[in-house]
C-alpha cells in the first residue's frame, strides 16, 4: 500500500526544495504540483489567452498535455506537450501567472486526476497549495510548511541574484505578498493550513535544519509507516 505524504504552504515556504531533499532520504517520489500549474500557465502565455474561467481556457486545455517524468540523474522534468518546460517555469512571471491560473476551477480539475494517480501507485511526498486539504485529504501525514514573507523573499532573492537575474528585493517581497494573498482569498480550493496538519515554520531555520525537520515529523506522525 503506498504512502502519501501532504506537505502545503504559502509561496517561497521552501516546499520543493525540503520535499525534494526529504523525498530523496526517505526514498519516496517528489511530485511538485506548482510545477503543473506554472506549465499550464506557460501554455496559457504562449496562447495569449487570459488565466480565468471561459471557452478559450477550456479549448487550450483541451490541446495540451502535461506530465511529471525523471530524468537519468533522477530529477523531475515537466513536459508541456513534449518539451522539457522545467527552466522555463521558474520565473517570477511564471509564478506569478501560477496563482493567477490555478485558482480556475476547469484547470484543477484538468490536473486533479494526474496528481492522486501518482499518489495511488507511489509512495510520494506532494507539496502545493491543497493537497491536504483538497487533492490528498487521506494522506498519512499532512505539514503546512511556512516562513514569515520577509524571510521567503530574501530566499527568493538571493537564489534569482545567484543564478544572474537583476532583481529587487523589495519587488520580490511585494510578490511574495501579493501572491500570498491571491492564494488565500481566491473562491477555489484557497491556501489554508488543514486542520490536522502540523505547522512547520521555518523562519530561523537553515535548509539543512528545515529537511531534519520535515523528516522527523513525518516519522513521528506516520505511524511506523515510514
Do not use: C, W
Request: charged share 30%; no cysteine.
Amino acid at each position: 500500500m503506498s504512502i502519501a505524504i501532504a506537505i502545503d504552504g504559502p509561496a517561497g515556504a521552501g516546499k520543493s526544495t525540503i520535499s525534494k531533499f526529504a523525498a530523496k532520504k526517505l526514498g519516496f517520489i517528489y511530485i511538485d504540483t506548482g510545477a503543473l500549474y506554472r506549465t499550464v500557465g506557460l501554455a496559457a502565455t504562449r496562447a495569449g489567452v487570459e488565466p480565468a474561467e471561459g471557452r478559450e481556457l477550456d479549448n487550450l486545455l483541451s490541446k495540451i498535455t502535461v506530465e511529471l517524468t525523471f530524468n537519468d540523474r533522477g530529477e523531475q522534468v515537466v513536459l508541456l506537450n513534449k518539451e522539457d518546460v522545467s527552466g522555463l517555469i521558474r520565473t517570477p512571471e511564471a509564478s506569478m501567472m501560477a496563482s493567477k491560473i490555478s485558482a480556475v476551477p476547469s484547470v484543477r480539475a484538468f490536473l486533479l486526476d494526474l496528481q492522486r494517480n501518482m499518489a495511488k501507485t507511489n509512495n510520494v511526498i506532494m507539496d502545493g497549495r491543497d493537497i491536504g486539504t483538497v487533492v490528498l485529504p487521506d494522506a498519512e501525514v499532512k505539514i503546512f510548511l511556512t516562513a514569515a514573507p520577509e524571510a521567503r523573499a530574501k530566499r527568493r532573492y538571493d537564489e534569482l541574484i545567484e543564478k544572474g537575474m537583476d532583481v529587487k528585493y523589495e519587488d520580490i517581497l511585494e510578490d511574495v505578498k501579493t501572491r500570498d494573498y491571491n492564494d488565500m482569498h481566491r473562491d477555489i480550493a484557497p491556501l489554508k493550513q488543514a486542520d490536522d496538519a502540523i505547522l512547520a515554520d521555518t523562519t530561523e531555520i537553515d535548509l539543512e535544519g528545515s529537511i531534519d525537520l520535515i523528516i522527523n515529523i513525518i516519522k513521528e506522525h506516520s505511524n511506523g509507516a515510514v
